[in-house]
């Protein structure tokens, strides 16, 4: 696709091996960054669930207390990245540049290819071939 086609964020292998062995606190990002705050609030007050506030509740607690995935971590470089994509967005040449770059690079880019190589790399395993 080429660096310039695509907005890439969060946080690095090794900064995630780095937050994870600091002991990651999800919670101390959401006090530490309004736009996230506000971001969760709004999940919790009901907004996006007709009032209910109970709905989002699991997901809102799994985020703030344990957040397995860092998403709370990764909050500010894609909220950063939203705004570049935003500038891209309103500037029509370079977004249909970008747009018909990255369909025409897509053809490496399969399922098949994908699982054979994670099967491979990944995962060890060997395929199974079945006969219909």
């Given at each position: 696709m080429g660096a310039d086609n695509f907005f890439l964020f969060g946080?690095?292998?090794d900064e995630v091996a780095h937050v994870q062995a600091s002991g990651y606190r999800p919670r101390d990002f959401y006090n530490a960054d309004p736009v996230l705050r506000g971001a969760i609030d709004a999940i919790a007050s009901g907004?996006?669930?007709g009032g209910d506030r109970n709905l989002f509740r699991p997901l809102v607690d799994q985020l703030l207390e344990h957040d397995p995935f860092l998403v709370l971590a990764d909050f500010a470089s894609y909220y950063a990245a939203q705004a570049q994509v935003s500038r891209?967005?309103?500037d029509a040449d370079r977004w249909t540049r970008?747009?018909?770059l990255n369909v025409a690079r897509l053809g490496h880019f399969s399922s098949d290819r994908s699982i054979r190589e994670y099967c491979r790399d990944v995962w060890h395993v060997q395929s199974v071939h079945i006969t219909l």
């Open positions: 946080l690095t292998a907004l996006f669930s891209a967005f309103a970008m747009s018909i």
